[in-house]
């Protein structure tokens, strides 16, 4: 007999895997949710700064730096990305 059997243990059934393959997606599926719901909160956990209005950098087309008088909120890769894009707008311009 093998040791998996000498323990009691039997092989599980189509219906029993098909019971765990849902509530594994109901887990995933809630996991999801919440570290969707985490990422939101640590956005608006910033949206004040120095106890003052801040614009949270959506990176999306809709943030225009030039017309912002407040500090702004960004991240560090989206930071370097437009300093790059700076770089290399300066540098077609300058002969």
Known sequence: ????MSNNTS???????CKLQRAFEHLKAE???LHSN????ARVQFRRFNDEECWIWQGDGSDHLESLV???VI???DLMALI???RVAVNEVTP
């Open 1 to 4: 007999m093998s040791e998996s």
């Open 31 to 33: 996991n999801d949710r």
């Open 38 to 41: 985490l990422g939101k909160l």
């Open 70 to 72: 407040c500090p702004v």
């Open 75 to 77: 991240s560090a890769s």
């Open 84 to 86: 790059g894009q700076n």
């Open 11 to 17: 092989p599980l059934s189509d219906f029993d895997i």
